[in-house]
């Protein structure tokens, strides 16, 4: 979908100090011999690769398609918040809580970086943080929990899935990891984040781009409390972020690139030196762009891949 691109400060140079002492390194390869040695973060590895899981689906209106893909919200194209619940269910996917509701007014912290949307009790606030502004009514972003629960699910005669890699690159001369499709080298050349192209289910009939799919991400990651772990995700369109199987991150519905960002240090409940889970759910459901950008301080590591069936991959 269209979008104007937003990167927000992730950092303040007194966590990027902090972040270089301690804490578990990323896995990945070495940095090159001939990175600068002003670099201070020249010790970390030059990058971190991801396995996921991207399920193929079928747009709505055609043989064997889903409702929720090149669906147009009843109020319209626009970020939605509360389509899922608080916390995972118990297989560690999204539970569908409602259809949203339109953010009209974006919830911002102090650096001016997009928050979540609606208050967590397991969330810290902090001064200078401002409120979100959210239509009343229900926002009718997709329709319904049992379409939502083939998202991230195999089902037969429904989607089709595959393992999918993501690349994270340290940026110069800092502790910040980015995989930005504009820049990737296997992603640049397609103008945006088109990972199965005429494959799995194939394109949508009359595009060259697959617009229909959805991503997900299992990580792990130790927390290290006043280090300035940060994770922020700009895209489109659908994107659900959960720690410990909490909501940290909410830019439901289908709309143009949104940025949204969680400091660890706010998660109340994190105890310092403590691994935990970090899930990472997409969509992409509507044309005409697919934009997709993560930049983040934490030692994100491979978790286990989601559940995939053998009959779909």
């Not at 296997?186 to 991503?215: D, V």
Request: charged fraction near 20%.
């Amino acid at each position: 979908m269209l979008a104007v691109r937003r990167l927000h400060r992730l950092y303040t140079p007194a966590c990027l100090g902090l972040l270089a002492v301690g804490g578990v390194m990323l896995a990945g390869p070495s940095p090159s011999q001939g990175q600068a040695s002003s670099d201070p973060y020249a010790g970390l590895p030059s990058s971190v690769t991801l396995q996921g899981i991207v399920r193929d689906f079928k747009w709505r209106g055609t043989s064997g398609g889903h409702p929720d893909f090149e669906y147009v919200p009843t109020r319209g194209y626009a970020h939605y918040a509360g389509i899922v619940a608080d916390q995972t269910g118990s297989d560690g996917k999204p539970v569908y809580a409602g259809t949203g509701r339109k953010v009209t007014t974006q919830a911002r912290d102090a650096q001016g970086r997009n928050r979540m949307p609606l208050p967590k009790t397991y969330i810290s606030s902090k001064p200078g943080d401002t409120s979100a502004v959210l239509e009343s009514q229900s926002g009718g972003a997709l329709n319904g929990a049992s379409g939502f629960d083939q998202w991230f699910r195999d089902t037969q005669n429904v989607n089709l899935s595959r393992t999918l890699p993501l690349t994270l690159r340290r940026q110069a001369n800092s502790n910040i990891y980015t995989f930005d499709d504009r820049t990737d080298p296997s992603y640049s050349a397609k103008g945006g984040f088109f990972p199965i192209n005429g494959e799995l289910l194939g394109n949508p009939s009359g595009q060259s781009k697959n617009f229909g799919f959805t991503y997900e991400l299992d990580t792990t990651f130790t927390f290290r409390r006043g280090t300035g772990q940060i994770f922020t995700f700009t895209g489109d369109d659908d994107v659900w972020v959960f720690v410990d199987g909490r909501l940290v991150i909410d830019i439901g519905g289908v709309h143009a690139a949104v940025s949204q960002s969680v400091e660890l240090d706010r998660l109340n409940w994190l105890e310092d030196g403590r691994e935990y889970r970090l899930q990472f759910f997409f969509a992409e459901r509507h044309t005409s762009q697919s934009n997709f950008r993560i930049d983040t301080t934490i030692n994100l590591q491979n978790a286990n891949l989601p559940t995939m069936s053998g009959l779909f991959d």
